[in-house]
């Protein structure tokens, strides 16, 4: 099974007979070309893992789960709303870069302080959740600093999401001790320009910090 549908499946908690999204949303949440999930998905049925019913989707297989046993269906109100990768870099790629630059004109010099010294812990830091960590933390005090409460607000449900199991296993499996230099170096490029309150440069720094961390997650190609 594919390790990206795989660690879908297991952070969701999808058990048999729950429903997948459609094709369609299923690769774009998970940055998958379609073609390729195509053949993830016939594998996955021919294997017996899935169940694929025509006009009613995609379903988990397991013991006693049949074509006309699903306990779910398309629309149903039970499914909650949930967001994926894909999504979470769609909307940081809309959000962060603009809040970056206003925090290039806003930060105090107390915050420009802690986003160093959240550089700095990151750069020493020897297992991946500390690491983790202290970019969490360079992000939120990029958001403070930009100083509106709406935005902060939204930025939170980022937060959460880049907190939960998906999204840890598939950062796991993307960082390597050469990808964790280059965000440092990224989040420094970006402090720089706050502290020089360019704030064209931290937009363009945080876009292109951005779209190298989903590149480096979700593949090239996306």
Not at 23 to 37: H, I, N, V
Not at 131 to 138: G, I, L, Q, S, Y
Not at 188 to 199: E, H, V, W, Y
């Amino acid at each position: 099974m594919s390790v990206v549908l795989k660690n879908f499946i297991e952070a969701e908690g999808l058990e048999p007979g729950d429903r997948l999204p459609p094709e369609r949303d299923l690769a774009l949440k998970l940055g998958l070309p379609r073609t390729a999930l195509r053949r993830m998905l016939a594998s996955l049925e021919k294997e017996g893992r899935l169940i694929r019913h025509v006009g009613r989707g995609t379903f988990i297989a397991g013991s006693g789960v049949t074509s006309t046993a699903l306990r779910r269906s398309p629309g149903s109100t039970g499914d909650a709303l949930r967001t994926y990768p894909a999504e979470v870099f769609e909307a940081r790629l809309i959000m962060e870069p603009k809040i970056a630059a206003l925090a290039a004109l806003r930060a105090t010099s107390q915050q420009i302080d802690e986003m160093q010294k959240s550089i700095d812990r990151g750069s020493a830091a020897e297992t991946l959740v500390e690491f983790e960590k202290w970019d969490a933390v360079f992000h939120r005090i990029i958001v403070g600093a930009a100083r509106n409460g709406l935005l902060a607000s939204l930025y939170e449900g980022i937060h959460t999401v880049r907190a939960g199991n998906l999204w840890g296993k598939m950062k796991e499996q993307s960082l390597t001790p050469e990808r964790m230099k280059a965000y440092i170096a990224k989040h420094q490029a970006i402090l720089d320009a706050i502290k020089d309150r360019d704030s064209g440069a931290a937009e363009l720094n945080m876009y292109d910090h951005i779209v190298e961390a989903r590149a480096n997650i979700l593949g090239p190609n996306t």
